[in-house]
Nanobody, 125 residues
């Protein structure tokens, strides 16, 4: 059983930056590919970014490409999401997730086994 705890959320003005962290425990972190998702009020959870077990492969949602960067530190059992040029439409609860079923990375929530509790990001205009 893997436990995931997100941190780093908060309130920021449009154009600002935040760095989210997700600390994993209870499993061998390097055996999991990781992902970040978000859910805004009244909307479905959406994929943002994913990173392979080694960190060598990544994939992003089109709307965040060039603004968000996913990274991981297997020695620290942590995955990060650096978010720059934030927009009001980025306001949501952000979740990290861990999965093992896919060979490399995964962009759909059904391919993830464990989820964090979420951290709120609010971007004001």
């Amino acid at each position: 059983q893997v436990q995931l705890v997100e941190s780093g959320g908060g309130q920021v003005q449009a154009g600002g930056s935040l760095r989210l962290s997700c600390a994993a425990s209870g499993g061998t972190f390097s055996r999991y590919y990781m992902g970040w998702f978000r859910q805004a009020p009244g909307k479905e959870r959406e994929f943002l970014a994913t990173i392979s077990r080694s960190g060598s492969s990544t994939s992003y949602r089109d709307s965040v490409k060039g603004r968000f960067t996913i990274g991981r530190d297997n020695a620290k059992n942590t995955v990060y999401l650096q978010m720059n040029s934030l927009k009001p439409e980025d306001t949501a609860v952000y979740y990290c997730a861990a999965g093992r079923i896919s060979q490399l990375i995964a962009t759909h929530a059904r391919n993830y086994d464990y989820w964090g509790q979420g951290t709120q990001v609010t971007v004001s205009s």
